[in-house]
């Protein structure tokens, strides 16, 4: 393999090369990073990814008994087998269309990692690692009998890791053989797609996948949606209502479901929403010259909630609007409890504000929000809330499990 070929996405992203740089910082020893690669002679041209502006050309290549991929790259979450990454499906897409182009094939796919971590862990990374790549190309329609899995960890090195690098955290190497131990440890990282029958029904060696050029002859400014996230988010915060000249503190909680789905160049921007089931507590004390006032106001109901802006993968700030209708429970009097405000009605809110949400976890995100708006109990009011919004997510946007 070339490691000229090789690349990370963490390149293009500062976001994302700050995130792992404080990772490793904290100590932690990764058993294999977030991407395997694999490269291939630099000769025709197949499906196209477009990469910050640049189109880059993906083909799949037939090395002797192999399968390899140029100019591509297969990404996964840091430590998971969860794949990631727009340019990763293009190079499962490409893959399975050479299957299916060719049913004789029968095909190994072969994970592999660097030496970082214990052997028992590498070993067992690489195995899930193979399997989520065989059922990526069988859900783009590739017969799961045609496709075995195999897992070799850190046993076979496609280059010999220096002592200085091997099962070493990139914080115990020496800083003037940090680069040369990256370069080793990208070309250890791969997969390997070995053809274990039907070889004789390829090209010789050479570029097998079809010779348009699709995305490459013809450009788009615009890119098509993919698959959306789903998550299940939680919220918590402060609100402060004034209603019928008094000023009420308290706070909010809820659950929700929502959908969300990046666009645009580069996949920058960030469209969602979703309902979600909110509460609000409340109490407010004024006293007035008529007599003191004193209510305490609980409110629950559903609502939907819009949302809209852009960022990197791990960060996004965003704009939200969101609008409910709920039981409003009022417990008080006013006038020296002369008068009671005792009493059960329905009301309604709407909000608008700013929303940060941040990637902690390849599955969970954290985040605040701070918006306001209008309230009815259904005296109308000014609303105002902060809060933190913490998510866990999940779906086929986590997965790309769609048959093809």
Known sequence: MNPRSTRTSTRRDPLVALSLALL???GCKASASASLHLSGPDAGASAS???????TVIRIVREGDRLTYADGEIEFETGSAELRGRTTMHVLDEMAAVLRRYPDLEVRVEGHTDSRGSRSANKTLSDQRARAIKQ???DRGVDEARLTTTSYGEDKPQEAEPEACHNRAETKVAADKVEGCRTVWAINRRADFVVVEGAESLP?????????QRAAAT????????????ALRAFAGYSNVVVDGAVHHGGHLGVGVFASQRFGRRDRGYLGGGPRLHYRGLRGRDQRFTGAYELSIHQIGPEGDFFIGGGSDRVVGLFTLRAGLGLSILRGSEEDGAVSRDALKFGGWLLGGAMVLGKIAPRWSLGGHAEMGLIGIPEAGFVAEIGVNAAWHFGIGRRYRLKL
């Open 24 to 26: 490793v910082a904290a």
């Open 136 to 138: 990526a190309l069988v």
């Open 204 to 212: 010789p060696d050479g570029v097998v996948s079809e010779e348009k």
């Open 49 to 55: 990814a477009r990469v910050d502006g640049e189109a």
């Open 219 to 230: 450009p788009t400014k615009s890119r098509r949606f993919s698959h959306p996230d789903w």
